[in-house]
Antibody, heavy 121, light 107 residues
Framework: EVQLVESGGGLVQPGGSLRLSCAAS????????MNWVRQAPGKGLEWVSY????????YYADSVKGRFTISRDNAKNSLNLQMNSLRDEDTAVYYC??????????????WGQGTLVTVSS | DIQMTQSPSSLSASVGDRVTITCRAS??????LGWYQQKPGKAPKRLIYAASSLESGVPSRFSGSGSGTEFTLTISSLQPEDFATYYC?????????FGQGTRLEIK
């Protein structure tokens, strides 16, 4: 069974930092790209970042570029998101979501349960 | 970026009703679209992939259609557990973009 479990959320002051993690199991993690998606309270879904299976390709939403860093450890089946210079508008539930293993497959099939990040003084 | 325009933003319906939700893409995305259901406090759950393929375990009352720029999600006969928020997602090109969501409420 595919499982994605996020951790690391919490309350942080504006300008602070936080590191989120996503523990993957039930599939060959090292062969799949991965994404972070967030959802502000009462709002819709917003894609945040993508990393390819071997970390060679990385994309960010303009809203987080230069502040967030995505990374992965395939030996530990772990996906990470380092969030620096946090702003009030970064307050959201952050989800990790599986991408695809081949171009012909479809991404965003499995999601974690989410972890809440609150940026407030 | 590709814009996904989803309508309606909210919808009131009764158990047994047939409902349709639409997503329009700002450019051709072929069939690179999924539909998701989200209940309060829960992660999104994929119902439809590749515009019209039903995810394993999803009831057959859900169906998707369309390609190019116009897509629909249809629920043929609403059940109590279907009242939720629905999103479309295009993954044809980066960044992936979501529709604004449709909140389906009980009339």
């Amino acid at each position: 069974e595919v499982q994605l479990v996020e951790s690391g959320g919490g309350l942080v002051q504006p300008g602070g930092s936080l590191r989120l993690s996503c523990a993957a199991s039930g599939f060959i993690f090292s062969t799949f790209g991965m994404n972070w998606v967030r959802q502000a309270p009462g709002k819709g879904l917003e894609w945040v970042s993508y990393i390819s299976s071997g970390s060679s390709t990385i994309y960010y939403a303009d809203s987080v570029k230069g502040r967030f860093t995505i990374s992965r450890d395939n030996a530990k089946n772990s996906l990470n998101l380092q969030m620096n210079s946090l702003r009030d508008e970064d307050t959201a539930v952050y989800y990790c979501a599986r991408d695809r293993v081949v171009v012909t497959a479809t991404p965003f099939d499995y999601w974690g349960q989410g972890t809440l990040v609150t940026v407030s003084s | 970026d590709i814009q996904m325009t989803q309508s309606p933003s909210s919808l009131s319906a009764s158990v047994g009703d047939r409902v349709t939700i639409t997503c329009r893409a700002s450019q051709d995305i072929r069939d690179d679209l999924g539909w998701y259901q989200q209940k309060p406090g829960k992660a999104p759950k994929r119902l439809i992939y590749a515009a019209s393929s039903l995810e394993s375990g999803v009831p057959s009352r859900f169906s998707g259609s369309g390609s190019g720029t116009e897509f629909t999600l249809t629920i043929s006969s609403l059940q109590p557990e279907d009242f939720a928020t629905y999103y479309c997602l295009q993954h044809n090109s980066f960044p992936p973009t979501f529709g604004q969501g449709t909140r389906l409420e009980i009339k």
